[in-house]
């Protein structure tokens, strides 16, 4: 069984910083891609920002510049770098992951449990 535990959400002002965090454990050979997704309540899940296991990214338009994802392979951890915040960004944020488990079975989706971001005055 493998797990994803986000981190480091809470109440900011706009313009403010954040930076979340995502720890996999779990029976893991490897992790392929790992990304960032969002739901804002009434809409649907949408992605923030991807990475691949060499560290390639592609960020969604709307928060190209001001968001910033990265992960460090030997932790297992992927990371949100959160800046110029919005309160558009309000949102439930979840961790995905490719994982490939130890005895080599793909796993597409893999989820977190959320981590609450609000931006607000």
């Known amino acids: 069984q493998v797990q994803l535990v986000e981190s480091g959400g809470g109440l900011v002002q706009p313009g403010g910083s954040l930076r979340l965090s995502c720890v996999a454990s779990?029976?893991?050979?490897?992790?392929?891609?790992m990304g960032w997704y969002r739901q804002a309540p009434g809409k649907q899940r949408e992605l923030v920002a991807v990475?691949?296991?060499?560290?390639?990214?592609n960020y969604a338009d709307s928060v190209k510049g001001r968001l910033t994802i990265s992960r460090d392979n030997a932790k297992k951890t992927l990371y949100l770098q959160m800046n110029s915040l919005k309160p558009e960004d309000t949102a439930v944020y979840y961790c995905?992951?490719?994982?490939?488990?130890?005895?080599?079975?793909?796993?597409?989706?893999?989820w977190g449990q959320g981590t609450l971001v609000t931006v607000s005055s």
């Open positions: 995905n992951a490719e994982v490939i488990t130890l005895s080599e079975v793909v796993n597409l989706g893999v």
């Open positions: 779990g029976s893991i050979l490897r992790i392929n891609a």
């Open positions: 990475i691949n296991s060499r560290g390639i990214t």
